[in-house]
């Protein structure tokens, strides 16, 4: 994570999942939006599905997984594992992101939207929405 300051980028943190694996690919899609930061690692493979679920597993390789990381008052912070509903091996979710607001697409061979559902900001919720296939 890079900020600039007076016209020079300068290293702030460097952000990681916590459950990080080399082979993961953990950074190949990355949205930011005010200070939240989702990144997609399509090599992940935990056979873990939904939010916010286990992670240690590694039983389903490249089924990926997207992670999101906000902006608190002490730095940055994982807050959420989100997966697959019915993840597979080589699903590579996570690989294609899109983020505005409290919406998230990601897509595989389909396309799952989530949305943060809650009625305060700090009680939101990242649920499934939709998932449309071909």
């Known amino acids: 994570m890079f900020k600039k300051t007076n016209n020079k980028w300068r290293k702030q943190k460097k952000l990681k999942p916590s459950n990080s694996l080399q082979l993961d ?3 190949s899609s990355v949205k930011i939006h005010n200070k939240t930061i989702i990144v997609g690692a399509y090599g992940e493979s935990s056979d873990s599905s ?6 240690d597993n590694c ?4 089924s ?4 999101v990381f906000n902006q608190k008052w ?12 019915n993840p597979s091996e080589f ?3 996570g690989n294609n992101i899109d983020y505005e607001g409290g919406t998230l697409a990601v897509g ?6 989530f949305v943060k559902k809650g009625t305060k900001e700090k ?9 449309f296939k071909q």
């Open 108 to 113: 595989t061979g389909e396309a799952y939207l």
């Open 64 to 67: 990926g997984a997207v992670y």
């Open 50 to 55: 939904g939010i916010n679920n286990d992670m």
């Open 123 to 131: 009680n939101k919720q990242w649920q499934l929405d939709a998932k």
């Open 25 to 27: 690919h953990f950074g």
């Open 59 to 62: 039983q389903l390789a490249s």
């Open 74 to 85: 002490y730095g940055w912070k994982q807050t959420d594992y989100i997966k697959s509903s």
């Open 91 to 93: 699903d590579m979710f």
